[in-house]
C-alpha cells in the first residue's frame, strides 16, 4: 500500500510551514476528505515536495532564518543578518567575535564614538570599579557642545 501523507507531515519534511503547504495544496484543486485531516497519496505528496523543495531556500522573510554567525542557533532578527545577540555585540564591538580575554569592556579598543582608548584619552571614575573605561574627547565634545 502506498503511502499516504498528512499535511503537518508534508511540511516537516518539506521543511516549510504548514500554511504553505496547505496553501499550496489548496490551489491545486485536489479532493479533500469532508472531514478529518487532508491525506495525500504518494503522488501527491511527491508534488508537494517537489515544489517545495524548489522554493526553501527563498522561505518568507517572516520565517526565522538562522543568524548568520557560524554555530549560532539563534534565529534573525528583524532584517538583520545575525541574531539579536551578535547584532548588540558588533553594533559594540564592531565584530560579531567573542572578545577574547573575558571581559569585553576591557578587550574593546575604541569607545562607542571610535576614538580609540589610549591612555591619555581615557579616564576612569572612581565609582568604575577600574574596568569601565571612559573617552576623553567624548567627555570633552559633550560638556563644549553649544546648546540648542
Ligand atoms: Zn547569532
Ligand atoms: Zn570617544
Known sequence: MARSWTIRELAREAGVSRKSVWAWVAEQGWERPTSGPWILDAEQARLVLERFEQTAPLRTPREPVACGVDD???????????????????????????????????????????????????????????TR???????????SRPRT
Open 72 to 130: 549560532c542557533e539563534r534565529t534573525r532578527a528583524g532584517t538583520q543578518d545575525v541574531c539579536k545577540m551578535h547584532y548588540q555585540r558588533r553594533a559594540r564591538t564592531g565584530s560579531t567575535d567573542r572578545s577574547s580575554g573575558g571581559d569585553w569592556q576591557t578587550a574593546k579598543t575604541h569607545c562607542p564614538a571610535g576614538h580609540e582608548y589610549t591612555p591619555e584619552n581615557t579616564y576612569r571614575f572612581p565609582s568604575d570599579a577600574g
Open 133 to 143: 573605561r571612559r573617552c576623553r574627547t567624548c567627555r570633552i565634545a559633550q560638556s
